[in-house]
């Protein structure tokens, strides 16, 4: 539905656009219809009449110049801001339907909007650098974040040394960066060592252990393959307690993972292999390292195939590792943030790598922010704007009073967008001035 306003504008105008004159008279009027940002959950027009002038010292006709609007897009400004803040949120054909416009104009705002984004983009290197990677569009790219400020400083299109490294030389301060989190991938290491000379490397202890866990999976596995069908699917429904720490699991859960590894020897010696290495990380600094080190020869001989990945891991990354007990970093944040980024990417399906990045960047590029006051306003389900009807991040939205739309009706409180936030207390304004009066004596 679209709901269409009439309107004209106010302020005429004192001089000919064409030659400067100001000898003018009115010539009639046309009739011009501009899209505007939603209103209320539905698609808003603004039919203006524009008066048209006849200047008397050329002789042309002009149309009366527009404030608010863009006339090459057939626009008002803030039809045009909403437009190009909601593309960086929301799909190109949710955002035409929303506003009642062609989706190619939309991806002309956007892409205006981007531009400006990627000029105004200059990332500062922070005190603990993460870097890791995610898929997008079918390809590796490397993700580089502030791990303190809880931030993605930027995404670069390859994850290879030499993208990386023309990061890196961009920066001048490269000796403020005093840790650096990885993953186990050694251009990582080597570029950190030749550029961050004042950076400890620390290997993110979330994903060496997570190779603990892959071991003791691919023993259950190895063992479920000479097993009957449907002892295999039960071992895969409960393969859940083998991965849970015991602390973590129900009393009938751990019950049952008693049997199932009294039963099964193998399984039994990986599950111990497993826990023994998380268990390093909750040791102190001086018992951790003495366990890190005799590890290798505590996992018995019939899961060590099944286990040697990590000690070979171990036994390359060790003071990368041990590194995590001086520093307490991980990626786990840099982690999240790829996880977040692919539902931008799944909501941008066929969409190029550059505006999948300008959107994350836009998204995301900002710290985290502090809880908000009206929390318990938010829903679990989504917040989508009081006013335009679009869902927004949480952290986006702005509390308002809502003046009631019938009579009868009292005003609200509600939360809406950014946009419409300014959309609102611009018409508050103009409503001010509208009923103000001068003083006078």
């Given at each position: 539905?679209?709901?269409?306003?009439?309107?004209?504008?106010?302020?005429?105008?004192?001089?000919?656009?064409?030659?400067?004159?100001?000898?003018?008279?009115?010539?009639?009027?046309?009739?011009?219809?501009?899209?505007?940002?939603?209103?209320?959950?539905?698609?808003?027009?603004?039919?203006?009449?524009?008066?048209?002038?006849?200047?008397?010292?050329?002789?042309?006709?002009?149309?009366?110049?527009?404030?608010?609007?863009?006339?090459?897009?057939?626009?008002?400004?803030?039809?045009?801001?909403?437009?190009?803040?909601?593309?960086?949120?929301?799909?190109?054909?949710?955002?035409?339907?929303?506003?009642?416009?062609?989706?190619?104009?939309?991806?002309?705002?956007?892409?205006?909007?981007?531009?400006?984004?990627?000029?105004?983009?200059?990332?500062?290197?922070?005190?603990?650098?993460?870097?890791?990677?995610?898929?997008?569009?079918?390809?590796?790219?490397?993700?580089?974040?502030?791990?303190?400020?809880?931030?993605?400083?930027?995404?670069?299109?390859?994850?290879?040394?030499?993208?990386?490294?023309?990061?890196?030389?961009?920066?001048?301060?490269?000796?403020?960066?005093?840790?650096?989190?990885?993953?186990?991938?050694?251009?990582?290491?080597?570029?950190?060592?030749?550029?961050?000379?004042?950076?400890?490397?620390?290997?993110?202890?979330?994903?060496?252990?997570?190779?603990?866990?892959?071991?003791?999976?691919?023993?259950?596995?190895?063992?479920?393959?000479?097993?009957?069908?449907?002892?295999?699917?039960?071992?895969?429904?409960?393969?859940?307690?083998?991965?849970?720490?015991?602390?973590?699991?129900?009393?009938?859960?751990?019950?049952?993972?008693?049997?199932?590894?009294?039963?099964?020897?193998?399984?039994?010696?990986?599950?111990?292999?497993?826990?023994?290495?998380?268990?390093?990380?909750?040791?102190?600094?001086?018992?951790?390292?003495?366990?890190?080190?005799?590890?290798?020869?505590?996992?018995?001989?019939?899961?060590?195939?099944?286990?040697k990945p990590l000690l070979t891991?171990?036994?390359?990354?060790?003071?990368?590792?041990?590194a995590v007990f001086d520093h307490?970093?991980?990626?786990?944040?840099?982690?999240?943030?790829?996880?977040?980024?692919?539902?931008?990417?799944?909501?941008?399906?066929?969409?190029?790598?550059?505006?999948?990045?300008?959107?994350?960047?836009?998204?995301?590029?900002?710290?985290?922010?502090?809880?908000?006051?009206?929390?318990?306003?938010?829903?679990?389900?989504?917040?989508?704007?009081?006013?335009?009807?679009?869902?927004?991040?949480?952290?986006?939205?702005?509390?308002?009073?809502?003046?009631?739309?019938?009579?009868?009706?009292?005003?609200?409180?509600?939360?809406?967008?950014?946009?419409?936030?300014?959309?609102?207390?611009?018409?508050?304004?103009?409503?001010?001035?509208?009923?103000?009066?001068?003083?006078?004596?």
């Amino acid at each position: 539905m679209v709901e269409t306003f009439s309107a004209e504008y106010v302020h005429e105008p004192i001089a000919c656009t064409k030659c400067g004159g100001l000898k003018l008279y009115r010539h009639g009027t046309k009739k011009t219809t501009y899209a505007d940002a939603p209103l209320r959950g539905f698609a808003a027009k603004l039919e203006a009449t524009v008066r048209r002038y006849r200047c008397r010292d050329c002789g042309e006709t002009f149309l009366q110049p527009l404030g608010g609007v863009l006339d090459e897009r057939r626009m008002t400004v803030r039809c045009a801001e909403f437009i190009a803040r909601q593309a960086l949120k929301h799909t190109f054909v949710h955002v035409a339907r929303e506003v009642g416009i062609d989706e190619k104009t939309v991806r002309a705002v956007a892409a205006e909007r981007m531009g400006e984004l990627e000029a105004k983009h200059s990332p500062r290197l922070p005190r603990v650098l993460g870097i890791d990677e995610t898929k997008i569009a079918g390809e590796l790219r490397l993700v580089l974040t502030d791990v303190e400020g809880r931030r993605l400083l930027d995404m670069l299109p390859a994850r290879d040394k030499g993208t990386l490294a023309a990061w890196l030389w961009q920066f001048k301060d490269r000796n403020a960066v005093k840790v650096v989190t990885i993953d186990m991938w050694r251009p990582y290491q080597r570029l950190a060592a030749e550029l961050l000379p004042n950076a400890v490397v620390v290997v993110d202890k979330f994903h060496i252990m997570r190779m603990a866990g892959e071991a003791m999976d691919r023993v259950r596995i190895r063992l479920a393959k000479v097993k009957q069908p449907e002892v295999r699917r039960h071992w895969v429904r409960s393969k859940v307690m083998l991965n849970k720490r015991p602390h973590n699991l129900t009393e009938k859960q751990r019950f049952n993972l008693e049997i199932w590894l009294d039963n099964e020897p193998e399984i039994a010696a990986a599950y111990r292999a497993k826990e023994a290495f998380y268990g390093l990380f909750d040791l102190p600094k001086d018992e951790a390292i003495r366990a890190f080190d005799g590890f290798a020869a505590s996992v018995e001989s019939s899961v060590k195939p099944e286990f040697k990945p990590l000690l070979t891991a171990m036994r390359n990354w060790r003071s990368e590792i041990l590194a995590v007990f001086d520093h307490k970093y991980t990626n786990a944040f840099t982690e999240s943030l790829n996880n977040l980024t692919k539902h931008i990417v799944k909501a941008g399906r066929g969409y190029s790598f550059e505006v999948l990045r300008a959107r994350i960047l836009a998204n995301y590029g900002d710290p985290v922010k502090e809880p908000l006051f009206f929390e318990f306003l938010l829903k679990d389900d989504g917040n989508p704007c009081a006013n335009c009807g679009l869902p927004c991040r949480a952290e986006d939205m702005h509390l308002v009073t809502l003046p009631p739309v019938t009579r009868g009706q009292r005003a609200k409180r509600a939360l809406v967008c950014e946009v419409c936030e300014s959309r609102f207390n611009t018409e508050k304004v103009i409503a001010h001035r509208k009923t103000s009066t001068r003083k006078t004596g």
